[in-house]
């Protein structure tokens, strides 16, 4: 049973999972606001085979914070960015929570690179951990908290 589904705008690119997110979170580093040209981005993770898609999406690829690989897939006809997948956390996918159809139900729980929030976007009630760097080990416990619904 399909539970997810979405696209880009035009619709050449689009997606479904039968699974419920692992985790959401906002990110507010600096590649991901100018990547997304917005104060931050809100990411629907998943395990990379939970999701299937459809259409060509092209790649940009650069180095993050840390030094390895981030790669950034987005249409090539709208421009839309579906998706990022990083070396730090392989297997993983990261979702834009834009290009789903049913966007509104997510609410994110984790915010990371706070030290380059900007003061305007207030406090958001639903976050339930703030970490002012990436937070990695503990973005992974938190998904591995999630993996009963996988079952």
Same mark, same amino acid.
């Not at 993050?64 to 709208?78: E, I, L, Q, S």
């Not at 070396?87 to 990371?112: A, H, Q, R, S």
């Given at each position: 049973?399909?539970?997810?589904?979405?696209?880009?705008?035009?619709?050449?690119?689009?997606?479904?999972?039968e699974?419920?997110?692992?985790?959401?979170? *906002?990110?507010?580093?600096?590649?991901?606001?100018?990547?997304s040209?917005?104060?931050?981005?809100?990411?629907v993770v998943? %395990?990379?085979? #939970?999701?299937?898609?459809?259409?060509?999406?092209?790649?940009f690829?650069?180095?993050?914070?840390?030094?390895?690989?981030v790669?950034?897939?987005?249409?090539? %006809?709208?421009?839309?960015?579906?998706?990022?997948?990083?070396?730090?956390i392989?297997?993983?996918?990261y979702?834009?929570?834009?290009?789903?159809?049913?966007?509104n139900?997510?609410e994110?729980?984790?915010?990371?690179?706070?030290k380059?929030?900007? *003061?305007?976007?207030?406090e958001?009630?639903?976050?339930?951990?703030?970490?002012?760097? %990436?937070?990695t080990?503990?973005?992974? /416990?938190?998904?591995? #908290? %999630?993996?009963? /619904?996988r079952?």
């Amino acid at each position: 049973m399909i539970r997810h589904k979405g696209g880009c705008y035009c619709q050449k690119i689009q997606f479904s999972t039968e699974f419920d997110p692992m985790l959401i979170f *906002n990110c507010h580093c600096l590649a991901c606001k100018k990547v997304s040209g917005s104060p931050m981005s809100t990411a629907v993770v998943y %395990n990379e085979a #939970e999701v299937d898609f459809s259409g060509e999406m092209k790649l940009f690829s650069y180095k993050g914070g840390t030094g390895k690989g981030v790669y950034k897939y987005f249409c090539d %006809n709208c421009g839309c960015r579906i998706l990022t997948k990083v070396d730090l956390i392989e297997g993983l996918i990261y979702i834009d929570m834009g290009v789903f159809d049913d966007w509104n139900i997510f609410e994110p729980k984790v915010e990371i690179w706070t030290k380059y929030k900007k *003061n305007w976007l207030g406090e958001f009630g639903c976050i339930k951990e703030s970490f002012e760097d %990436n937070g990695t080990i503990e973005r992974i /416990q938190l998904c591995m #908290e %999630n993996l009963d /619904q996988r079952e």
